[in-house]
């Protein structure tokens, strides 16, 4: 599955369309930028609430090209901006945390759910 | 579900459990580590899923009336947070994996 | 172990809750001798003299302008100038106080700016009267006496009873104070429960009083959180030291947070705290001041019928 896969589901708004499409590698899903820094593995999308600037700039470290941002919680212009700057999509989704999980996952695994 | 199969698939560890938890049910999962977006969850027989590991994530489970809470990462669990676990008359767990792989764990059994 | 602090008593909070209770206009002195531009030096030293104080303002159509202290006075005896009209030595740019802020918040000004008295305005910023430090000691003088002749009174009366619901009571949070952040909306959750209050109310405010302790926790200088509670309702008040939220507004949008990074590494800071107080109370209201401080009072109300919500 790619990045433009993920933009093609139902659940998904695009806020960030101008991004390097990539293969994602897997999903890892936390809101503490730490933990996210020490245990999500490259290539993979970040699934989280915590829609700020400082979480494209972990994104960016740990190399993870898209952020979905759930339960609909806005996303600021200035993380936009430094999504952009870096081509990191950014999605959101009126699912919360363990919905999205569940469903990157079924796609990741190629038995999208029904 | 049954609170010792939802153990049994994340082969968590367990740090407290009141009596009898291995029958106590959970309807739904939440997975955050933000307290506030803890707190505005409105669910019955609510399992908490964080990576979050601080008194205040028990403090915000048993606010919320949440049945058990996992803490995700293999993270330390401190004294504190097993008395205030024991207080609220909550399940406590730790398990090894990650948020995102604990609930696509949970999800697929929940499906099934 | 548990912090070695100790507890303040809670007659010490009831004395600090005053001063958060107690609005500005109802400490301050509302005979007000103020001068207009074009008077002089001297007209200010006179009124000094005839009415035994140190501080005149100076106002323009109701508006203050600047301020003529004592020392103002000196400077323009000294160089033989008592002649002049006043704005060439008033102090311009004066600090002015709302009527309507706690007396909270006149006290953090007082410890901020060096001056020894504040004109108080109304909404319109009119000129309505001046606070000094010996207001104050009168007016908590005046509480507490009333205070204790209440307390005697009652002293005597029924027996509390273990399932009656009222209840006053006041904690101090400390900044980043993580570990005791939470324990007064505990508290205050396990009375409401073993009264048997309906846990959807109990919910809502454990929600709203813990949110606020950690407000307190996170974002202040420290503070207290009140709970007054009666059969009808439950007020909750949370109040602190500073530093004052510049845009209200802002702080009451979702997602807005001017929390660093170690406050979220706590799990706080996601710019939901002050919007979930709103979300589940019946009313809810915010003042604050940049350096003075923040008040939030969230009321609950026990006889309802509660409105729908998921």
């Known amino acids: 599955m790619n990045i433009s896969d993920i933009q093609s589901l139902a659940a998904f708004t695009c806020v960030q369309s101008e991004y390097n499409d990539a293969v994602v590698a897997g999903g890892y899903t936390s809101d503490l930028l730490s933990d996210v820094m020490a245990h999500a593995e490259e290539g993979s999308v970040l699934i989280t609430i915590q829609a700020h600037k400082n979480t494209v700039a972990v994104a960016s470290l740990v190399g993870l090209p898209a952020i979905i941002v759930c339960n609909n919680r806005p996303v600021l212009d200035d993380m936009i901006d430094a999504a952009r700057a870096e081509g990191i999509a950014i999605f959101q989704t009126p699912d919360n945390q363990f919905q999205t999980s569940l469903l990157i996952a079924q796609h990741l695994a190629g038995c999208p759910a029904r | 579900m049954d609170l010792i199969r939802i153990a049994d698939v994340l082969d968590a560890e367990l740090v407290h459990g009141p009596k009898g938890w291995e029958r106590i049910h959970i309807g739904s999962v939440f997975a955050s580590d933000l307290m506030s977006d803890v707190l505005m969850s409105d669910r019955d027989a609510m399992l908490l899923i964080t990576s979050l590991s601080t008194e205040q994530s028990i403090r915000s489970a048993g606010i919320v009336g949440a049945e058990a809470v996992v803490v995700a990462n293999s993270k330390t669990v401190t004294d504190g947070m097993v008395d205030l676990a024991r207080e609220q008359g909550l399940a406590l767990f730790r398990t090894k994996f990650p948020k995102y792989e604990s609930c696509v764990r949970l999800g697929r059994i929940m499906e099934g | ?20 209770g107690l609005k500005i206009s109802e400490v301050m002195t509302k005979k007000v001798f103020a001068v207009t531009r074009n008077c002089t030096m001297r007209d200010v ?15 323009d159509s109701r508006r203050v302008v600047g301020i003529v202290s004592m020392n103002d006075i000196m400077n323009a005896l000294e160089k033989g100038a008592m002649d002049d009209v006043v704005t060439l030595w008033m102090v311009g740019e004066v600090q002015t106080l709302a009527e309507d802020m706690p007396l909270s918040f006149a006290i953090s000004a007082f410890n901020k700016f060096s001056f020894r008295r504040f004109p108080v305005v109304n909404k319109k ?5 001046i606070i000094t430090f010996r207001n104050i000691n009168m007016a908590l003088i005046r509480e507490l006496s009333r205070q204790l002749r209440e307390m005697e009174s009652l002293h005597g009366g029924p027996p509390e009873r273990s399932d ?6 006041v904690y101090q949070l400390h900044r980043y104070d993580f570990e005791n952040g939470g324990k007064a909306s505990s508290e205050i959750k396990k009375f409401l429960k073993e009264r048997g209050i309906p846990p959807k109310i109990v919910r809502q405010v454990a929600v709203a009083s813990y949110e606020l302790e950690i407000n307190l926790v996170a974002h202040s200088n420290g503070g207290m959180l009140s709970f007054d509670i009666n059969a009808d309702r439950i007020k909750i008040s949370s109040h602190d030291r500073g530093p004052g939220i510049a845009d209200v507004e802002l702080a009451m949008t979702e997602g807005f947070s001017t ?13 939901m705290g002050l919007p979930n107080v709103k979300r589940v109370s019946d009313e809810f209201a915010i003042q604050s ?11 609950i109300n026990l006889k309802k019928e509660k409105k729908d919500e998921h």
């Open chain 3, 164 to 169: 009656s619901l009222d209840l006053v009571k």
């Open chain 3, 259 to 271: 929390a660093n990074e170690w406050i979220r590494s706590q799990g706080f800071g996601a710019g």
């Open chain 3, 45 to 59: 030293q006179t009124i000094m003299k005839n009415n035994s104080i140190t501080g005149v303002p100076v106002v």
């Open chain 3, 289 to 299: 001041a940049v350096g003075m401080g923040t008040m939030v009072r969230a009321v």
């Open chain 3, 125 to 129: 910023n009119e000129l309505v009267g």
């Open chain 3, 1 to 20: 172990m548990d912090n070695a602090q100790k507890e303040p008593l809670q007659s010490s909070l009831r004395v600090q809750e005053l001063i958060y």
